[in-house]
């Protein structure tokens, strides 16, 4: 099977996985990126079961609208049962590396409102150390040096992501070379420097579930 195939599956076996639970007032938390993407797409077949979608993104927002499932704002949605999204990375813990699109600031706050956070990724995203994807920084543009150096301190090598900006007006740093043992951690030292929005770590809040799709087919994987 081809990436996108896995992508496309993965995203099938998350619709299948919330379906049963969709009722006619369920507000769906929905990520960002291209196997989001596919989620959105398998979806959208089922738009008459729920209410609607909170979005991780204008661009994710804009997709969920061309399929005609109403987007709310976060502030005003009730409860999100379900929020779905892909990764950089996961470990067997469901702990993350997320914010290759960079919308990892939106995605951490409504995979924080969500009873249940559901990964979706193909097998190229497992691994047995967080680190080998550059981690995502986001960050208010006029402490990208600060924070540069100050993550230099923690033996990151962080690279500025040349022309993007994200939803909220900021810069990203991509940072290589992270010891990233102690995840939660590092999740917490990184956000504690002034000028960070937030970091690409999620692993205070992890995965709950992850739907892996490999060739033998879609897993369900549970953290260790
Ligand atoms: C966006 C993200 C994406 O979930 C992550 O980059 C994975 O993307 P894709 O499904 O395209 O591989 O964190 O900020």
Redesign the pocket.
């Known amino acids: 099977m081809t990436q996108d195939e896995l ?1 496309r599956a993965v995203g099938q076996a998350a619709v299948d996985y919330i379906k049963p639970h969709l009722e006619e007032n369920s507000i769906i938390g929905v ?6 993407n596919c989620f959105i797409d398998a979806l959208a077949e089922h738009k008459q079961m729920f209410d609607g979608a909170v979005a991780s993104s204008d661009a994710t927002a804009e997709r969920l609208k061309q399929h005609g499932i109403p987007v709310y704002d976060l502030n005003g949605a009730g409860p999100i049962a379900f929020y779905v ?4 990375e996961t470990n067997d813990k469901l702990q993350l590396i ?7 600031t939106r ?1 951490k706050i409504v995979a924080a409102c969500a009873d249940q956070f559901i990964c979706i990724a193909d097998d190229s995203k497992w691994v047995n150390m967080l680190g080998t994807f550059p981690l995502p920084i986001e960050v208010i543009p006029m402490a990208r040096s600060y924070v540069a150096r100050e993550i230099v301190k923690l033996g990151g090598d962080p690279v500025y992501r040349q022309g993007v900006l994200t939803d909220n007006g900021n810069v990203i740093l991509d940072v290589h070379n992270l010891n990233i043992e102690s995840a939660i951690a590092l999740e917490e030292r990184i956000n504690n420097i002034v000028g960070v929005v937030t970091n690409g770590l999620f692993a205070a809040r992890p995965a709950d579930v992850l739907l892996m799709g490999t060739a033998d087919g879609v897993k369900e994987i549970t953290a260790k």
């Open positions: 992508k990520g960002t990126g291209s196997t989001a999204d892909g990764a950089d997320k914010g290759g699109g960079a919308a990892l995605e």
